[in-house]
């Protein structure tokens, strides 16, 4: 069913009722679920996963066909026999504008209910001066929403920053301040679609575990690095987000050098013993004006010339990533812990180093069947791909569903 976790102008969405007028739509919401979670799926097998006739099925779907959620067409030809079909989204149906704040720079995308993203825009690298850069992008999600009218009916951010409360409070790589991010349409009419804010590794978690490695796993940490180190912890679905939605800052668990500041207020923060800040320090170089793009050199680097100075770092910084998830695992006891961003390339960098740290890490009851360690599919789409599911997630509440059809 649709899980509705997430919270939205300081109130947490509430889960779908089944009123007169959405109580007709609940398989209806069973079924958008069905469609993006296997794509291509044809009406009989999602008649059998519904536990419903094909008669019933062919009815619901003429009504979902009716109110544009959901259509189906010929699947490509594969040798004779009858041709089959399959269910996909509607292309006149509702829609929701996922937008990507990262170190690398920014996009927007629009996702319909099977909550892939189509790259619409992409921007340049993020200044330290957020008003530019989220004036620009207002306008992108604006020229969508006029181009899309009604169809619109959400707007999910992903940022690379500590979020709370659906406000971006900080931002630490570009020192930006405390930011309200819902200001991303210009439209502040009642019946303008809500904004969603989410922290980048919590919605690459959430891909993972719909959509990627994690798939079908109970419980799954999955963690990214790319300045510093964030993750989140996700149970049949669902991101735990904590009091405020600021869950999953892994990044400032105090794994470190108790006697090293970090740039976010604590000291000891296991962001500082993973990521390029640390590579740079094991080596005696520079703090690196950009630790993402300088761990990017030094893994070619490394492939390169097989450095031994450059291998003693990367053991370092693999040992601490390995050491730090062996510690989360016995917190958490989760099935499986899945990577994303630089975390699966620094784990390959070293791999015994790490396998050794996070072996030596877990209590003597779970060495001998620890969780698997393994990259997540998604890569550096994981964020993007998180927020249009978020997205899609509260537009196809039963409520939100009753709501479109009534438009229509």
């Not at 790589?173 to 009642?190: C, F, I, N, Q, R």
């Amino acid at each position: 069913m649709n899980r509705v976790y997430w919270k939205c102008n300081n109130a947490v969405v509430s889960i779908p009722s089944a009123g007169p007028s959405a109580g007709r739509w609940l398989t209806a919401a069973r079924l958008i679920e069905i469609v993006r979670a296997q794509p291509g799926i044809t009406r009989a097998a999602a008649a059998h996963d519904l536990g419903i006739r094909s008669g019933a099925a062919t009815e619901l779907l003429a009504r979902m066909r009716r109110v544009e959620l959901l259509d189906e067409s010929p699947a490509p030809a594969q040798g004779r026999g009858r041709p089959t079909t399959v269910l996909h989204a509607h292309p006149a149906g509702p829609l929701i504008v996922a937008v990507e704040l990262s170190l690398t720079g920014w996009r927007v995308a629009t996702a319909a209910v099977d909550a892939v993203p189509r790259i619409e825009y992409a921007g340049a690298s993020l200044s330290p001066r957020p008003g530019p850069v989220l004036a620009e992008i207002s306008g992108v999600v604006d020229d969508i929403c006029r181009r899309e009218g009604d169809r619109v009916r959400a707007v999910s951010v992903s940022v690379a920053g500590a979020v709370r409360d659906d406000r971006l409070v900080q931002f630490t790589p570009l020192d930006w301040p405390d930011v309200d991010l819902t200001g991303l349409t210009a439209d502040d009419s009642p019946t303008a679609p809500p904004v969603l804010v989410g922290n980048d590794a919590t919605l690459a978690g959430l891909a993972e575990a719909r959509t990627g490695s994690a798939r079908g796993v109970g419980t799954a940490l999955h963690l990214i690095i790319a300045v510093g180190l964030g993750g989140a912890l996700v149970v049949d679905g669902v991101p735990v987000i904590g009091a405020h939605g600021g869950a999953g800052e892994y990044g400032h668990v105090p794994f470190g050098d108790p006697t090293q500041l970090c740039p976010c207020g604590a000291h000891g923060c296991w962001d500082l013993t993973v990521d390029g800040r640390a590579l740079a320090r094991h080596r005696g170089d520079p703090a690196p004006e950009n630790p993402l793009r300088y761990t990017y050199e030094l893994l070619e680097t490394q492939r390169a010339s097989a450095d031994p100075a450059i291998q003693e770092a990367f053991d370092r910084v693999s040992g601490s990533l390995g050491r730090g998830i062996a510690g989360l695992v016995n917190i958490h006891d989760p099935d499986m812990v899945t990577l994303g961003g630089l975390a699966a390339a620094l784990r390959a960098a070293a791999p015994e180093p790490f396998d050794t740290a996070y072996r030596g890490g877990l209590m003597s009851f779970r060495k001998h069947l620890p969780p698997d360690v393994v990259d997540g599919i998604h890569g550096d789409d994981g964020p993007l791909r998180g927020a249009a599911l978020r997205g899609v997630d509260h537009i196809t509440t039963v409520d939100a569903i009753a709501a479109w059809a009534d438009r229509r």
